[in-house]
């Protein structure tokens, strides 16, 4: 329950400091001597937090616990239109986003496939919460935007679509090697060791 509690913590500080991170995320590379080519390719995408706090963490919690995750998430998801990279984006896809409810629906397809992977992490290899927070993100926006696509009747990617989904996997990879470690704590935290060293230690 404590893990459970900490978990909906972080889902709603995802959701309010998701852009705000994003900012002081990009100050701190350009401080540390990041390139400006660097900085401009990144600049492409978006630091999506809350989809790679939810893939990530759906690797800790039992089915049925990544199910509510994934309402919870999504439901955010939509409210935010988190996809929205600017009224172009929708045009070149026909002008329909994927409608209030898709993201409920996609969170909980795709966090199946991605929980699938948890007797891995269970196992000791931490870094498939990492590769789950960026791989998640990348078919999440894939997905979103075929759906949007579907509903105008025609599939084309336009100019520099990857790109974006290429820089925002980026982000949600960065974001996940911070997120990881606070999830293991947590974990820790809660009472359930690291997680990951009793195979048979269900938060």
Same mark, same amino acid.
């Given at each position: ?124 290899? @931490? ?23 579907? @509903? ?35 974990? @820790? ?12 230690? @269900?938060?």
């Amino acid at each position: 329950m404590i893990y459970s509690g900490l978990l909906v913590v972080a889902v709603l500080a995802a959701y309010l400091l998701q852009d705000a991170v994003a900012s002081f995320a990009g100050a701190a590379l350009a401080i540390c001597g990041v390139g400006p080519a660097a900085l401009e390719w990144m600049h492409h995408g978006r630091l999506l937090l809350l989809p790679a706090l939810f893939f990530a963490a759906c690797v800790t919690v039992p089915f049925p616990g990544m199910l509510a995750l994934a309402f919870a998430c999504g439901f955010l998801w939509d409210c935010s239109n988190a996809l929205v990279w600017g009224p172009e984006f929708y045009l070149l896809a026909g002008g329909e986003g994927p409608g209030f409810g898709a993201g409920p629906i996609l969170f909980g397809l795709l966090g199946c496939v991605v929980h699938g992977v948890r007797p891995v992490f269970l196992a000791g290899a @931490r870094v498939v919460a990492v590769v789950a927070g960026g791989l998640g993100t990348f078919l999440l926006l894939l997905c979103e935007y075929l759906w949007i696509s579907f @509903r105008a009747g025609h599939f084309a990617f336009p100019d520099g679509f990857w790109v974006k989904v290429g820089c925002s996997t980026a982000w949600a990879v960065v974001a996940s090697l911070a997120i990881v470690p606070l999830l293991v704590a947590g974990l @820790r935290a809660s009472g359930h060791g690291d997680g990951m060293s009793q195979p048979w230690n @269900r938060p």
